[in-house]
């Protein structure tokens, strides 16, 4: 993370890169997130500088060439490289404790983007059935065409992964926690098996963030995110990354430069201030969850609730070993049936009743019907995406105001 265009040594301290190389090392993930990654133009800005330009002007044809060869560094084109873009790969990286980190146009982008750089036909991908529905889309419908095999296992089933390995076989792709019954994968024990085999392991770190998991300590080599989720955490923007050690994000990079998935600068300046806040939001995020988990426990009219940060759910152990909190995300069950959620979700007020989480405002959704509507009867029985199950994502009001919204949607029962 050292290819900064400005000299950190010049002096002028104001005017230098301030936040990389061993000082950024030595920094807290609180810090990181605020201060990691920023050069400062010469304009001598504070905040940081949004470069929304499509391209970049040469001095002569020399420079021109020079930077087209690769022989001096200097940017050509938006789609190859950006300065806010990059500014926020390398705060995104540093919050991943990862050597580098390539940012794309949504969480989509990043997924297929990893699958197109790394996969060719005949391989052979091992991924969890509790991915967001789009990657199963992805995986079946289209990469299936160029002859990748996709074999899908239960996320917390360690055997299975193990069982479901080929000669083939180069990819384990998972989320955890899972969305949205926060099923959660034991990461290090992935790790060790992938390690065995020589198979990549990728994981989905949206529901946690760097700020609460940070799964390349524990063994994965790629980090997945959707920035849309709580990265951005105002729900503005959609944005994805790929975070990672050289070898496996500098392939996804020359892929990126040449297809174009590549994120948008005013994305990325929208997503490098909400890194800013990230810890402190998901610290937020994950206290409310818990409260109102704790809550919806204790009503008569909730059948199960789904949370790993309930102590009675099966994942709660490893979840506390690898996290350090248990994130917004939250499901439950209604006694009753698709009518029973769907009146109580219809009677929520404060809510807001949208696909989307991760945002400063409250979602609830009803996974059956919306999310997860795609999937055959029997896959939702096997994902346990059953009628009467709802799911929320805690934001950051207040929570006796969001407890008094899920009370309307219990009269309305
Ligand atoms: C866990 C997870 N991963 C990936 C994605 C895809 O991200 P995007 O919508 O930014 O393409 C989503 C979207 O909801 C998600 O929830």
Redesign the pocket.
């Known amino acids: 993370m050292t290819d900064s265009p400005f000299d950190p040594t010049d002096g002028a301290k104001n005017c230098a890169l301030v936040v990389e190389g061993e000082f950024a090392q030595s920094l807290q993930r609180e810090t990181l997130g605020v201060r990691a990654g920023q050069r400062r133009t010469a304009e001598d800005e504070h905040s940081e500088a949004l470069f929304l330009t499509s391209s970049y002007v040469f001095k002569d044809c020399a420079d021109a060439a020079s930077r087209f060869s690769g022989g001096s560094s200097g940017s050509v084109y938006s789609r190859y490289t950006n300065p806010t873009v990059r500014n926020f790969e390398l705060r995104l990286a540093a919050l991943e404790g990862a050597d580098d980190c390539i940012a794309t146009s ?6 297929m983007s990893i699958c197109l750089a790394h996969l060719k036909a005949g391989d052979h991908i091992v991924c969890s059935r509790d ?2 529905g ?2 199963v889309v992805l995986l079946d419908n289209f990469f299936v065409k160029f002859g990748v095999k996709v074999t899908y296992v239960g996320l917390t089933d360690l055997a299975g992964w193990a069982a479901a390995v080929t000669p083939e076989t180069r990819l384990f792709f998972l ?1 955890t926690p ?2 949205p019954l926060n099923e959660i994968a034991n990461i290090g024990a992935l790790a060790e098996l992938t390690r065995k085999h020589s198979i990549m392991l990728a994981v ?1 770190n ?2 946690c963030t760097p700020a609460l998991q940070q799964p390349l300590a524990l063994g994965a080599d790629m980090v ?6 709580y990265l951005d955490g105002q729900g503005r923007c ?3 990354a790929v975070v990672g050690r050289a070898e496996f994000v500098d392939p996804i990079r020359s892929l990126v430069r040449a297809g174009g998935p590549s994120m948008s600068p005013f994305n990325a300046w929208v997503f490098l201030k909400g890194l800013e806040t990230l810890s402190l939001r998901m610290n937020a995020h994950s206290a409310s969850a818990l409260h109102i988990a704790r809550w919806l426990g204790e009503q008569a009219w909730v059948e199960k609730v789904f949370y790993a940060g309930l102590e009675n759910h099966p994942g709660h152990a490893i979840a506390k070993q690898q996290q350090s909190a248990f994130g917004g995300v939250l499901s439950f069950r209604v006694r009753g049936d698709k009518a029973t959620a769907w009146r109580f979700i219809d009677a929520t007020r404060l809510m807001s009743l949208t ?4 945002d400063a405002k409250s979602t609830i959704v009803h996974p059956a019907t919306t ?1 997860h509507g795609r999937l055959s009867d029997a896959a939702k029985v096997s994902a346990g995406i059953t009628d009467n199950l709802v799911r929320l994502s805690i934001g950051l009001e207040a929570r006796s105001d969001l407890i008094t919204d899920l009370e309307r949607g219990a009269a309305a029962l």
């Open positions: 949504s969480g989509m982008a990043a997924t991915v967001f789009s990657t989320e899972s969305n989905d949206c529901l997945v995110h959707s920035a849309t989720k959609l944005g994805g696909a989307n989480l991760g999310t």
